[in-house]
């Protein structure tokens, strides 16, 4: 019952949604002179600048797998996290000019700016597959999991679109501690170095990250070439889920209450 | 139609002030004694009414007495603290126009996308799209950024918007001033014409003379209370004297 009504809510909404996502691409590369191609060429740019940083100052190494690969695949995944879930976060209060004169369901702005930076990654997937041809690293038929991966990140960059879209409407100062929280989980999520160089107690503690296993399920395919655990299955899918819920939740609760906060 | 029941609608206007990290923090270790009080404020106290179908409700009131916030109700963007409204129709709301552009866009991308938040469908827009630029005069501007017009040019393209459907219920807030004279005399014509065809319009204008043309029925709201409800002439002639005095 609850679940149809959602989807009939989306129908409804689903030329709006749409529409939004639209003019977020129009807006973003109008009046760029590479426009599109800039989601192309920023990932491989930020992943030769970090690439010549860590591999040639830190002496940073992956044994067994290329760097480059190893760096780019927890790379892309980390960005549409950290772009989906900041501008998610501010979307509703971005919004609020229309929040405050037309009833439109306000979960669809975190909602479409999620799956905007979705497509955006969608994209950066093409630089990620030149890569492993260029670096010899390959492909094999187990890409075909990937979709489950990319499916929890999307849910869990959702939920938390949710969280900090209605957590920020209430406390403004959201915005800069949020910005200070995603540069301490960049450098928490093991995307430029191997969880095996830290200790075994705080791998444990670096274990406790979703965005850990996001990304540990896609390596596990991309750079070893076998399935990924079925403990990391379960790990993706709860975390995910729970964090959508919770998100679902709060977004709920609070919804009503946005109006006063303009 | 629309039902109104004990409608009562409270602000906290200490908020804002309430609501940064620092004072967050200064007032967990305050005690409770010295806590700023909350200050509210009821824009609506206790209104109740029903418009019928194919009424024309005008709302008059000074500045401050609840008139938009009423419309706001109503419109469903604000949920009544105490009360309950029903409205039986779909909404058409034209209360600031333009409010859903988005000035990076052209003229054409910003029909489908004002369209869109206003819940219009895909087959809909495509089909009036040609009326819409018709209306608004501005088919030589259709690929112009938005951002570029000027602001009586925005105003006509949001009208023409707004007002392509035949919605069952019109909600005006201050709009019949748009444009030059030659566009206020059309969008007051098309005005006449939804209201003919049997939209129930709420209109709310600081303009008596509007009120009495177009409204079959006048409500005055006074500090969030319905002082006076009835008759248009009677309703905007009592409230005019009160003002004068």
Same mark, same amino acid.
């Given at each position: 019952m609850f679940l149809k009504n959602i989807m009939a809510n989306l129908k409804k909404y689903s030329f709006l949604l749409q529409q939004l996502i639209s003019r977020d691409f129009k807006v973003k590369y109008k009046?760029?002179?590479l426009g599109v191609l800039w989601s192309l060429l920023y990932p491989i740019l930020t992943m030769a600048v970090m690439a010549i940083v860590f591999s040639n100052v830190f002496k940073m190494s992956t044994p067994g797998v290329n760097y480059l690969a190893y760096l780019l695949s927890g790379l892309v995944m980390f960005n549409y996290f950290s772009e989906a879930s900041n501008l998610a976060m501010s979307s509703v209060v971005a919004n609020f000019s229309l929040i405050n004169k037309i009833y439109i369901p306000k979960y669809i702005f975190p909602l479409s700016k999620c799956l905007f930076v979705g497509i955006n990654f969608l994209l950066t997937l093409i630089p990620l597959y030149i890569v492993l041809f260029a670096t010899g690293t390959g492909v094999n038929i187990?890409?075909?999991?990937l979709p489950y991966a990319f499916i929890c990140l999307f849910m869990f960059t959702l939920g938390m679109g949710f969280i900090l879209s209605a957590v920020s409407v209430f406390l403004r100062d959201m915005f800069y501690i949020y910005g200070i929280i995603i540069m301490l989980w960049t450098y928490l999520t093991p995307i430029m170095y191997d969880?095996?160089?830290?200790s075994v107690e705080l791998q444990t503690l670096f274990k406790l990250n979703p965005m850990y296993h996001y990304i540990n399920f896609a390596r596990e395919i991309i750079l070893y070439h076998r399935i990924p655990q079925p403990f990391t299955w379960m790990v993706c899918l709860g975390s995910s889920l729970a964090v959508l819920l919770i998100g679902v939740v709060v977004f709920r609760k609070t919804q009503d209450k946005f109006i006063y906060y303009v | 139609m629309i039902k109104v029941d004990n409608v009562s609608m409270k602000f906290n206007l200490g908020i804002e002030k309430n609501f940064s990290l620092k004072l967050f923090f200064i007032n967990l270790f305050k005690s409770k004694k010295n806590k700023p009080k909350k200050e509210t404020f009821?824009?609506?106290?206790?209104v109740s009414f029903e418009v019928k179908k194919g009424e024309v409700i005008g709302f008059v009131g000074s500045? /401050?007495?609840g008139k938009s916030t009423m419309l706001k109700v109503i419109a469903g963007v604000m949920k009544p603290t105490i009360g309950k409204v029903t409205v039986n129709g779909n909404i058409c709301p034209?209360?600031?126009? /333009?409010? /859903?552009?988005?000035?990076?866009?052209?003229a054409r991308e910003n029909i489908y996308l004002n369209g869109a938040v206003l819940g219009y469908s895909k087959e809909f827009l495509k089909s009036k799209f040609n009326e819409i630029v018709d209306f608004s005069e501005l088919r030589d501007f259709l690929?112009?950024?938005?951002?570029?017009?000027?602001s009586g040019m925005t105003a006509r393209l949001a009208f023409s918007i707004a007002t392509i459907v035949d919605p069952e219920i019109l909600i005006v807030d201050?709009?019949?001033?748009? /444009?030059d004279i030659a566009f206020q005399q059309k969008s007051e014509e098309k005005m006449k014409s939804m209201i003919n065809g049997g939209t129930t319009v709420l209109f709310v204008s600081h303009s008596l003379e509007q009120i009495k043309k177009i409204c079959t029925k006048a409500v005055w709201l006074d500090h969030g209370t319905v002082k006076m409800i009835g008759n248009t002439e009677e309703v905007c002639n009592a409230y005019y004297e009160s003002q004068m005095k």
């Open positions: 009046r760029s002179v187990y890409h075909l999991m969880i095996k160089l830290i | 009821w824009a609506l106290k206790d500045n /401050g007495a034209m209360i600031e126009l /333009g409010a /859903g552009f988005d000035p990076e866009l052209t690929d112009v950024p938005v951002r570029n017009f000027s201050e709009i019949l001033s748009v /444009g």
